[in-house]
């Protein structure tokens, strides 16, 4: 059986369509969809309707992420209450779906476990895993930390690799969760890096992301498992190209880019970069905010636009 784990497209259409052919091509069997399907790209639509699609044929699971959340949170509201300019995105995705994607989205699991009937492992699907994302943070795991370690010193991703590693079974924590895990296959999402991690009988898997790369390459990511009888396993990361710049286009010439501009922008640089720029920004929001007093998101107005004057894209916080 081979597996394709597909993670944080981010309403990026076109990645997720390359990444499909890929997968198909590569005989993929089933596939596995980690969430966060929307938010930064105008396309979340659909998106959407790919992955109704793939559980309609019944050949795929799908778990949601944290962006999923924000719409079960927004339905809740009257829409004259979506003052805030920070969440303009989350305000025009959610209204670019149809009703009936987001009851969809809504209604998926937080997580799931699917039993792969070759070697008889469980593998486990949750979006966000506190085992890597974790407080204290394990710098090699957040994508912050990536931008500004490759910035100093460029590495391959087979040394990634090693020293993510290394940094997982360093931390005392982490060691002690892995021993309380059964033994199984692990995979999870959202912080836009792409690794795989053996250990103790386990496998840990994060695709990386397939519309939103953070690793340093602007090409769509996901991962490929291949489980066989008796036990043997494979891992294949893949990327994947896209048209970049026919993306920025479509982007920039959206309703999503003529309502949250700010956010267009970023996202931009992000898409020819593969670098993370949304989370550096959020974090200045968050210290904007805080010397006027908001220890909390979101920030009103008046902090958010002098928040935006005095954002430098490329300052990044030393190590």
């Known amino acids: 059986m081979i597996y394709a784990i597909i993670s944080d497209i981010h309403g990026n259409y076109p990645a997720l369509e390359a990444v499909l052919a890929d997968a198909e091509a590569q005989g993929a069997d089933k ?47 009257g829409q004259g209450a979506w003052e805030y300019e920070q969440f303009k995105l989350v305000y025009y995705c959610y209204r670019s779906f149809s009703p ?16 792969d009937m070759g070697d008889g492992c469980d593998i486990h699907l949750i979006h966000n895993s506190t085992l890597f994302i974790r407080s204290p943070r394990i710098v090699c795991f957040s994508s912050i930390a990536f931008r500004r370690m490759a910035m100093t010193a460029p590495f391959t991703h087979e040394e990634y690799l090693t020293r993510a590693r290394e940094a997982l ?13 059964p033994e199984g296959i692990y995979l999870h999402g959202h912080n836009h ?23 340093g390459s602007p090409t769509a990511a ?9 036990g043997s396993r494979t891992v294949t990361e893949r990327r994947v190209t896209f048209d970049l710049e026919a993306t920025a286009s479509g982007l920039r010439g ?14 931009e640089k992000q898409l020819m970069s593969g670098y993370d720029y949304f989370g550096p920004f959020v974090m200045h929001i968050g210290e904007v905010g805080r010397k006027h007093g908001q220890e909390h998101m979101p920030v009103t107005n008046d ?17």
């Not at 994607?101 to 209604?107: A, D, G, H, T, V």
């Not at 959206?254 to 996202?267: D, K, M, Q, R, Y």
């Open 193 to 215: 890096l792409q690794y795989h991690i053996e250990f103790g009988g386990s496998l840990f898997i994060n695709p990386g992301s397939c519309g939103d790369p953070c690793d």
């Open 31 to 77: 596939y596995l969809f980690l969430g966060d399907y929307y938010r930064n790209y105008p396309w979340g639509n659909e998106v959407a309707e790919t992955l109704r699609m793939f559980h309609a044929n019944k050949n795929a699971a799908i778990i949601r992420g944290n962006n999923e959340n924000y719409l079960i949170g927004l339905s809740g509201q």
């Open 303 to 319: 902090v958010w636009e002098e928040a935006v004057a005095t954002w430098d894209p490329e300052y990044l916080k030393p190590l």
């Open 222 to 230: 996901y991962t490929l498992l291949e489980c066989r009888p008796g």
């Open 100 to 115: 009936e994607n987001i009851e969809f989205l809504k209604s998926l699991p937080e997580t799931a476990t699917v039993c």
């Open 254 to 267: 959206s309703a999503l880019a003529t309502e949250a501009p700010v956010w267009a922008g970023i996202i």
């Open 169 to 181: 079974l360093s931390s005392p924590d982490a060691l002690r969760e892995i021993g309380e895990l």
